[in-house]
């Protein structure tokens, strides 16, 4: 399974808003940040969504880590959010390049919030809460957005 493929825009699943998953700690949930991560990692993200392995539930994964173009971005353990929710933006909004995995060869300057304050299930089932600021921020909004069928040149000013 090292090469779980991504899918590529114009995919329809990349298009759908992406079901709840029902039972977030649950044995499907577990397989699926699994094959997630190694997507996530095989590929060299800084984040990924469960519709970019073609799989149309509510899970995403934020993996902030330095790199060459965001060389002061935090580097932080890789987050797993199944079934999150946005609580609050922050008014401020700021422009940051973006690339996504499912979009290859393309780069997009992109205005979004530069805070996000958010809800979301962990892999025990727990409830949890977390304010994002920065590149964390920008990464999750990003993904929320491929859980509602949206790709970043969408959002290009
Ligand atoms: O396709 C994805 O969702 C992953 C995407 C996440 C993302 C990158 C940059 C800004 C917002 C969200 C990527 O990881 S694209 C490839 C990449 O590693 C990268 C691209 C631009 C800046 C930093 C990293
Ligand atoms: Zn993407």
Request: without cysteine; proline residues 20%.
């Given at each position: 399974h090292e090469h779980i493929g991504i899918a590529l825009r114009g995919e329809k699943v990349l298009s759908l808003r992406a079901e709840a998953a029902e039972?977030?700690?649950g044995p499907l949930i577990r397989q699926l940040a699994k094959d997630m991560l190694i997507a996530m990692k095989t590929h060299g993200g800084v984040g990924i969504a469960a519709p970019q392995i073609r799989?149309?539930?509510r899970v995403l994964i934020i993996h902030s880590k330095p790199n060459?173009?965001?060389?002061d971005a935090p580097e932080m353990e890789p987050v797993i959010m199944v079934n999150p929710e946005i609580i609050s933006y922050s008014e401020c909004f700021d422009s940051m390049w973006e690339g996504c995995l499912s979009v290859p060869g393309l780069r997009g300057l992109v205005p979004r919030q530069t805070g996000v304050s958010v809800r979301y299930h962990d892999l025990t089932g727990k409830e949890q809460e977390a304010c994002l600021q920065g590149f964390p921020a920008r990464i999750f909004q990003h993904e929320f957005d491929h859980l509602e069928g949206i790709l970043f040149p969408l959002r290009v000013a």
């Open positions: 039972d977030p700690s799989v149309s539930k060459e173009r965001y060389p």
